[in-house]
């Protein structure tokens, strides 16, 4: 590396597809090669049944991680997503307990968790008031807010059909399902259509995009929109997935989602991104937790382990994007 | 630099359209208006008790304001705090460091764990959000593992005098606070070393070419960052006389809270150490004055929440106004 | 590339660290404290009186004289929000009411920090409050600032989770610490048999309650119930899913070896009781563990949990409070043997400045459906 490094949004927009995949595949191969350096030691964490409930109990991070990532990439940030999932699956489970139908309960907390998104997409980008600030206040807001009104009372004696969680769609469990499909749907809009593709374009360089026909203030509430509408997908299976609803904010959930957005390979400086990356980030830090308890590590040191392993793949993401980086130059 | 220091102020004097001035009215008017409500408020005592509590996440915010105004950020600093509370609690229970030995210790410690930040967000170049966010996982994890979770207890009764003590009537760490508030205050409005800060935040590229030494100034402050989490570690076991590895948690948004509060941009290249200062006593003072009008706990966020944006939102419109 | 070799060595560099503190620790429960236990005798038999103490609680100095006059009280717990703090804080509400002359209102940080809880009690003692009542995160952490209180002239009662006597003028214990261990370690035992292995879900190994029950009932199983095995302890905060999630990875990691479960927190319980539903293992798996009725009926009547132990959260904030009147009143001094607790009738002192509330309380089939909270 010379001195001067490559600034990093300003890599030729050709090589972009084999970043995305060789960016997929190193996290495809960590989560792989890890399950079986831990099935080695107990082989017991390759049954069927653990793989499948690591995904299951995990699936809503990896969900919500899709549009953190979208909002990474944008150039933004949300802090509010955790406090939001608490305080919209209190709404579901508040439904569904007073009878409503049970789709009016799944669908309320989607709807709203867009409108909560995109009012504070809205203050981002036309009152231009930084993403953290906004989000930030809004945490603060939805968390004493939740607590003031419940009192913090949970909400127990969910009436069965309301357990989304639960069903399967062809063989596959629910939750399982729409993390893969919500994944698959989200990268393919990103890659290809014109709205997607706008997002890297004002994460990149907001002056450049509004040269180049992108309204940049439109796209930032449409993603912020569009995170609203994943999160309320991750609350149904969040709020589904156990028996009673905790009317509290999931302590730390923003940091969770937010780690699984940026060891996806988002760059906190916007512009670049996959949101499979994120995905899969979020099952290999599942993944992670798992697997410390099944090698026998000192509980007391699994904390610092799994930063440490979190740490391992950042760097050598990074480490391989800047050698990829001044190869391309060299051409 | 800034951008407030190029807005054309021809009608209106300049200091007036800044920031911090603004902040500081609306500061001044919340302040009035909770005194009227409560006459405990106030009071000497109060407001000094007040500066005591707020210290640990003052001492903080001071080099996070040279972080994000080089348009970095530093989210392990709660971590640091934990990590380095315990190592004061375990050099001085489990090594027998004698106690000052120990708090130079857990202060090295804290410098250290801030230097690998930097260290490696310059030489690996992995963007700061993404190093603290996995060192906050890994300094919070080796605080749990080197205390294995037990709390360390029982130190000299002279050692509290930090915390607890008070000197002409002033808490002493409030007295410790502002001795650093100035310093800092001096090296980043009157020095080369803050005028590089500025350059790096407003555009890193051209601070290279100006031939600024942009790596070696970042390690100092990540460095200063992890220093003061340690600073405050001593001074927080200090004031509740135990020592946690919890210590901390959580402190990374009251203090990004104060420093964006206070003006700093958070995309880097504005922010003054004054509007740091006003960002945090806003803070601690809505929240004690509304505590002592009997606005409970839970809302009382709510309106720190709405505090954060409106106050955000008014200072900035009146400044695109006033341009 | 030279960072990620560095990188790796500091990871394996901790693993073995891990590995050295965990075969130093061996022989001792993962959760545990390291303070002294006194196990119960096993078996049905009552509990033998412990020796009378000296008073070592703390006074407020120069506390005006509101004997039969209207006082205000604020309870700070450790953290509001939750479903135990909400029954505590409800009991506090029905003494008020039937004392009549105690104004009464819960305060606290969302999340248990001892750093927010100090902060809410300093804001209190400058508000000018009569009493306070608490539950501490950390008993030490949170004593100068009690001692400040008793210094103004404030009285200090706390409940649920002590702190040291000396910032305090009477502790109301929800049941002892050995007693709730013997509760629950007999629980396990008789639902596993007494060679069985279990696992233990808890909130974090730093909660003071948490560790002192582990160390507890470690030390009663040591004595009573020998070749019970313990397998690991893991944290779960107090979140629903986390507990879940860790909760079914014991189960994954141990298969057959697993015959029960503890849930020390009224989180970890329900959640660890849902794993074991899920994966379907009731009946095979025991579930055993402090919670609250409410979350607990489906496991219940699905007899996937036998029983539940616990005391009553509300009878505790209800006792705390009378103790806080009779302590303005002057009807409780120290030396004193009992306290008059309204509809809870005689309350003894034990452990010189300790209320008892009284034995834990096991909710079953039988009995579940008669509490809500």
């Known amino acids: 590396m010379s001195a001067i490094p490559v600034p990093r949004l300003a890599l030729p927009r050709a090589g972009i597809f084999r970043r995305f995949a060789s960016q997929e595949a190193l996290l495809a191969l960590a989560v792989i090669g890890l399950a079986i350096a831990v099935g080695f030691v107990n082989p017991r964490f390759l049954a069927y049944r653990n793989l499948a409930d690591i995904l299951l109990g995990n699936a809503y991070i990896a969900i919500a991680a899709i549009g953190m990532s979208m909002v990474i990439i944008s150039g933004n940030i949300d802090i509010s997503v955790g406090a939001l999932i608490g305080v919209l699956a209190t709404v579901s489970g508040s439904l569904a307990v007073a009878g409503a139908p049970t789709l009016v309960a799944w669908i309320v907390p989607v709807v709203l968790g867009v409108l909560v998104m995109a009012a504070q997409g809205a203050v981002v980008a036309y009152l231009r008031i930084p993403a953290i600030v906004v989000t930030l206040g809004m945490m603060s807001i939805l968390k004493g807010g939740l607590i003031s009104v419940t009192g913090g009372k949970w909400i127990t004696d969910l009436p069965q059909g309301f357990h989304l969680a639960d069903l399967n769609l062809l063989g596959v469990p629910m939750p399982v399902a729409i993390m893969v499909v919500a994944t698959a749907l989200a990268a393919l809009w990103m890659r290809y259509s014109a709205s997607g593709r706008a997002i890297y374009a004002t994460g990149g360089n907001a002056e450049a995009a509004r040269l180049c026909g992108v309204n940049p203030q439109r796209t930032v509430v449409m993603v912020f929109a569009l995170h609203g509408f994943f999160a309320g997908i991750a609350t149904l299976v969040y709020a589904t997935q156990l028996r009673v609803i905790q009317s509290t904010t999931p302590p730390g959930l923003e940091l969770t989602v937010i780690t699984a957005a940026v060891v996806g390979g988002v760059s906190i400086l916007g512009g670049v991104g996959t949101v499979v990356g994120a995905t899969l980030a979020a099952i290999l830090i599942a993944e992670i937790t798992s697997a410390l308890v099944f090698v026998n590590i000192s509980p007391y040191w699994t904390d610092s382990l799994r930063g440490g392993l979190i740490l391992a793949t950042v760097i050598a993401d990074i480490v391989r994007r800047r050698r990829r980086a001044s190869r391309g130059r060299r051409i | 630099m800034s951008v407030f220091a190029a807005s054309p102020g021809r009608r209106v004097p300049k200091w007036l359209a800044r920031h911090e001035t603004l902040l500081a009215i609306i500061l001044v008017a919340a302040l009035a208006g909770l005194g009227a409500f409560n006459n405990r408020f106030l009071t000497v005592d109060n407001l000094l008790n007040q500066g005591r509590l707020m210290t640990e996440i003052g001492l903080i915010a001071l080099p996070m304001t040279f972080v994000i105004i080089t348009g970095g950020i530093d989210l392990s600093v709660g971590a640091i705090v934990g990590l380095s509370a315990v190592m004061l609690g375990y050099s001085w229970k489990t090594f027998g460091f004698p106690l000052p030995l120990a708090i130079a210790f857990a202060l090295a410690v804290g410098g250290l764990a801030g230097f690998v930040n930097g ?55 409030l007295l410790l606070l502002v001795v650093l508030i100035v310093i800092a205050g001096v090296a980043l409005d009157r020095t080369t070393f803050g005028r590089t800060l500025y350059a790096i935040g407003s555009n890193e590229t051209a601070a290279r070419f100006s031939a ?45 809270a104060a420093v964006v509060l206070g003006g700093t941009s958070i995309f880097g290249g504005a922010g003054t150490i004054w509007g740091t200062v006003i960002g945090l006593v806003m803070i601690q003072l809505l929240k004690n004055g509304l505590a002592l009008t009997g606005v409970k706990g839970d809302a009382t966020i709510v309106v720190i929440g709405v505090a954060l944006i409106m106050s955000t939102l008014i200072a900035s419109s009146l400044q695109r106004r006033r341009e | 590339m030279k960072a990620r070799y560095l990188t790796t060595a500091a990871a394996a560099a901790l693993a073995l660290a891990g590995l050295a503190t965990a075969a130093n620790a061996a022989g001792k429960w993962d959760g545990g404290d390291d303070l002294a236990t006194s196990p119960l005798e096993c078996g049905m038999g009552p509990a033998a009186p412990a020796a009378p103490m000296k008073y070592d609680g703390g006074q407020p100095t120069n506390a005006a004289d509101k004997a039969g006059k209207e006082i205000v009280v604020v309870d700070v717990p450790k953290l509001i929000g939750i479903g135990y703090f909400n029954a505590t804080a409800k009991g506090i509400q029905d003494a008020a009411k039937d004392i009549g002359n105690v104004k009464a209102k819960t305060d606290g940080p969302t999340e248990a920090k001892i750093d927010e809880q100090i902060k809410f009690i300093d ?114 905060q107090e979140d629903n899913n986390l507990s879940f999630n860790q909760a079914t990875t014991l189960i994954n990691k141990h298969g057959d070896k697993l015959k029960g479960i503890f849930g020390m927190t009224s989180v970890a319980t329900p959640a660890s009781a849902e794993a074991v539903t899920k994966a379907g293992q009731c009946g095979k798996v025991a579930v055993v563990g402090l919670a609250t009725p409410n979350a607990m009926k489906p496991y219940v009547h699905s007899d996937c949990v036998k029983s539940v132990v616990l005391w009553n959260p509300i009878d505790l904030g209800y006792a705390a409070t009378y103790v806080m009147r009779a302590a303005v009143d002057g009807k409780l001094k120290p030396g004193d043997t009992s306290v008059d607790a309204g509809k809870l009738g005689k309350l003894n002192v034990i452990n010189g400045s300790e209320i008892l509330l009284g034995a834990p309380y096991i909710f079953d089939k039988a009995n579940i459906d008669k509490f809500d909270f």
């Open chain 3, 123 to 236: 804001n209190y003692i400058t508000s000018g409050v009569d009493g306070i009542l608490f539950a501490a995160n950390d008993p030490v952490a949170i004593a100068p600032v009690l001692k400040k209180a008793l210094s103004k002239g404030i009285h200090v009662v706390g409940y649920d989770a002590n702190s040291t006597p000396d910032a305090r003028e009477w502790f109301v214990n929800q049941s002892p610490f050995n007693g709730i261990a013997k509760s629950m370690v007999d629980a396990m035992a008789k639902e596993t048999g007494e060679d069985g292995s279990f696992a233990i879900v808890t909130s974090t190994f730093t909660t003071p309650n948490q560790a002192r029950w582990i160390a507890e009932m470690q030390a009663y199983a040591a004595k009573c119930h020998p070749k019970l095995n313990w397998l690991e302890t893991v944290e779960a």
């Open chain 2, 212 to 256: 600024l030494d942009v790596d070696r100034t970042k390690v100092v402050i990540y460095t200063l960052s992890g220093l003061a989490s340690g600073l405050a570690a001593v001074v927080l076991v200090s004031r509740v006389t135990t020592t946690r590895m919890d210590m901390g948690m959580g402190y990374e948004l009251d203090v990004i």
């Open chain 2, 119 to 173: 260290f490696v967000i310059t030489r690996v170049k992995v963007p700061p959000l993404i190093m603290t966010i996995a060192t906050l996982a890994l300094y919070r994890g080796l605080a749990e593992g080197v205390s294995q979770a037990r709390s360390v207890r029982g130190y000299p009764e002279w050692f509290y005098g930090l915390g607890q003590g008070e000197w002409l009537g002033v808490p002493t760490q």
